[in-house]
C-alpha cells in the first residue's frame, strides 16, 4: 500500500539510480530495458493489491467445498480460486498497464526522450506520454499533436479494456457452462 503512494518521479530517480548502472553498463544513458524495470517497480504493487483483493472476494466455502470433497490445496487453487479471481486478475493488470502507458515522470530519467523508428532494448527511445511531454515542454507547444497522441493514448486504453472484458465474459460463461 505505501509503495502505490511513492510519485512516479521518485520511482524514476529511484530507477535511474539503481537499474542505470546495471543495465547500462558504463554509460549513463537511460534505455528500454531500465525503464522496463523501473516501470515494473511501479506496477507491480498495484497489481498485486488488486489481485489480492480479487482473491479475497472469492467465498471461503467455496475452497473449503473443494478441499472437504478431496482436491489437494494445488488443484483448488488452480481449478476454483484462479478460475473466479481471473476477471479481477485482468482487472488490475489493464489498470497496471494503464498507469504505464500514461507514465512520463518515471520514464525521462530511465528510458530518455529521443524518438526513434527502430526499438532497440539497449538505446534510450520516448513513450507516447514522453513524446507528449517533448511536444509541450518546447518554447512552441504543439497542441494538435499533442491532442492526436493523447486520442491515441485514450484508443489504446478503450482496447485494452474491451479486450479484457471479453476475455473476462468468455470465462465467466465457460464457468457456467461446466
Known amino acids: 500500500d505505501m509503495i502505490s503512494g511513492i510519485p512516479s518521479i521518485i520511482f524514476g530517480l529511484v530507477g ?7 543495465a547500462a553498463g558504463s554509460g549513463s544513458s ?22 489480492e483483493e480479487s482473491i479475497r472476494a472469492i467465498p471461503l466455502r467455496q475452497s473449503q467445498a473443494s478441499l472437504a470433497l478431496g482436491a489437494s490445496q494445488s488443484q483448488t487453487v488452480f481449478k476454483i480460486i484462479l478460475p473466479n479471481a481471473l476477471p479481477g486478475i485482468l482487472t488490475s493488470a489493464l489498470l497496471g498497464v494503464g498507469r504505464v502507458i500514461g507514465e512520463s515522470a518515471a520514464l525521462v530519467y530511465t528510458s530518455g526522450t529521443a524518438k526513434k523508428d527502430v526499438i532497440i532494448p539497449t538505446q534510450g527511445s520516448a513513450t507516447l506520454a514522453v513524446h507528449i511531454w517533448t511536444l509541450m ?35 465467466q460463461k465457460k464457468q457456467k457452462g461446466k
Do not use: D, H, Q, R
Open 16 to 22: 535511474g539510480i539503481v537499474f542505470l548502472p546495471i
Open 137 to 171: 515542454s518546447g518554447e512552441t507547444m504543439n497542441y494538435g499533436a499533442s491532442c492526436a497522441v493523447s486520442i491515441l493514448i485514450l484508443f489504446v486504453i478503450l482496447l485494452l479494456s474491451l479486450t479484457v472484458k471479453l476475455l473476462s465474459l468468455s470465462v
Open 30 to 51: 537511460g534505455n528500454l530495458i531500465t525503464g522496463s524495470l523501473t516501470m515494473a517497480c511501479m506496477i507491480l504493487p498495484i497489481i498485486i493489491k488488486s489481485t
